[in-house]
């Protein structure tokens, strides 16, 4: 089982449409956590953390289950720029940090 | 402010030659890191410098080497390039460590022939 796992999609929804993504994580003692974005051929670029009360920017809301041990991305509103790929990102501890391999998004109008 | 830079961006080796790929970062950040990115797969880190005059193996070291030249520059070295070694390869660093935002240099497609 790898220790990050995210649905690779595509995910095609129409402009304006709610997206939700989720990751799962392995490592219980999984420390941090983030979501970061990479458009196709570029590097990515961190999109926001996830802190364990949840977290909202702007169109964008991260969630953090423990529990569960997952991880999840809400997209309201999705405009043509959001298509992307993302990556689920995990610190396990120390430099341990675990990349997801992406869910890909392509918004279309 | 150019952030990070990487160069070559892009390079063509035959089995059993060398290169290094050279990076660098303005921000005056502390850890430095060398990831590759293969397809279907999350970015693998291959060796990470925690600060100046310090490196370690990350996930996947074999074959590969580093050199924390001083705080802004962190470089990575093919001895002896394989095919299994084509892949993007992505520069990052980030402040304090991992916990912080990692930045990222715009990459080097490498292909091994």
């Known amino acids: 089982r790898k220790e990050v796992e995210q649905d690779p999609g595509p995910f095609n929804v129409p402009e304006g449409a709610t997206v939700a993504f989720n990751c799962t994580y392995s490592n219980s003692a999984s420390q941090s956590f983030f979501w970061y974005r990479q458009d196709c051929r570029k590097e990515p670029k961190l999109l926001m953390s996830?802190?364990?009360s949840g977290n909202e920017d702007g169109r964008f809301t991260a969630q953090l289950n423990r529990a569960s041990q997952y991880i999840s991305l809400l997209i309201r509103d999705s405009k043509l720029s959001d298509s992307a790929t993302y990556l689920c990102v995990v610190n396990t501890g120390g430099f341990k940090t675990i990349f997801g391999a992406g869910t890909r998004l392509f918004v279309k109008a | 402010n150019a952030g990070v830079t990487q160069t070559p961006k892009f390079q063509v080796l035959k089995t059993g030659q060398s290169m290094t790929l050279q990076c660098a970062q303005d921000?005056?950040?502390?850890?430095m890191y060398w990831y590759r990115q293969d397809p279907g797969m999350g970015l693998r880190l291959i060796y990470y410098s925690a600060s100046e005059g310090t490196t370690d193996k990350g996930e996947v070291p074999n074959g590969y080497n580093v050199s924390r030249l001083n705080k802004r520059e962190f470089s990575l070295r093919l001895e002896s390039a394989a095919p299994s070694q084509t892949s993007v390869y992505f520069c990052?660093?980030?402040?304090?460590?991992?916990?912080?935002?990692?930045?990222f240099g715009p990459g080097t497609r490498l292909t091994v022939l």
């Open positions: 996830v802190y364990s």
């Open positions: 921000m005056n950040h502390n850890s």
């Open positions: 990052a660093s980030s402040g304090t460590g991992p916990l912080d935002e990692q930045f």
